[in-house]
């Protein structure tokens, strides 16, 4: 569980898978674009990669979220 609350590895995550490939954009963003618009066309590893790219930026936001409400030490 140490893992998932050090902060600098999930910055790291974040920076590398979170938005990995950097060029022309972010998979990331394409993604949530697609999901947004309707997820029309979506397959199964569209999804799987959607929850590969967003699983380092949903565990910085539980970090940050813990950290605030004071029950991570």
Do not use: Q
């Not at 979170?18 to 029309?40: N, Q, T």
């Amino acid at each position: 569980m140490k893992l998932f609350n050090n902060w600098k590895l999930l910055v790291l995550a974040c920076l590398t898978l979170g938005l990995a490939p950097f060029s022309p954009e972010p998979h990331l963003f394409g993604k949530i674009r697609w999901v947004v618009g309707g997820a029309v066309g979506m397959k199964v590893m569209d999804w799987f990669d959607l929850v590969l790219h967003g699983l380092p930026w949903v565990l910085l936001l539980r970090y940050i979220w813990l950290r605030f409400t004071s029950k991570l030490k």
